[in-house]
């Protein structure tokens, strides 16, 4: 059973950075970060799988990095030049099976889900 563990919101204000990680117990390919603001649905954020694909939504590119420590098992998003607009629950999700061409930011190809990690940015 796959199990994944969010940490690292929190409070910044605008410009500041944070890095969130994901520990992820279990077998996964895919792996990626999603976020949902009060109101509205959730969005895809970043997405890498097993042989370093990455993808970002047009929001966050150049701002955000996702990683993925083998050793540690671990799935990162590191967060910078933070804007109000990034204010969200932040959610770590995984996919066991190989994605190949729908490789991306679709939660519904993502079966594991985590808790969520607040992070509020502010102005």
């Not at 150049?62 to 969200?88: C, V, W």
């Amino acid at each position: 059973q796959v199990q994944l563990v969010e940490s690292g919101g929190g409070s910044v204000q605008t410009g500041g950075s944070l890095r969130l990680s994901c520990g992820v117990s279990g077998y996964t390919i895919t792996r990626g970060w999603f976020r949902q603001a009060p109101g509205k649905a959730r969005e895809g954020v970043a997405a890498i799988d097993n042989v370093e694909r990455i993808t970002y939504a047009d929001s966050v590119k150049g701002r955000f990095a996702i990683s993925h420590d083998n050793l540690k098992n671990t799935l990162y998003l590191q967060m910078n030049s933070l804007k109000p607009e990034d204010t969200a629950m932040y959610y770590c999700a995984a996919a066991a099976g190989w994605l190949g061409p729908t490789f991306g930011l679709n939660a519904v190809r993502y079966e594991y889900w985590g808790q969520g990690t607040q992070v509020t940015v502010s102005s």
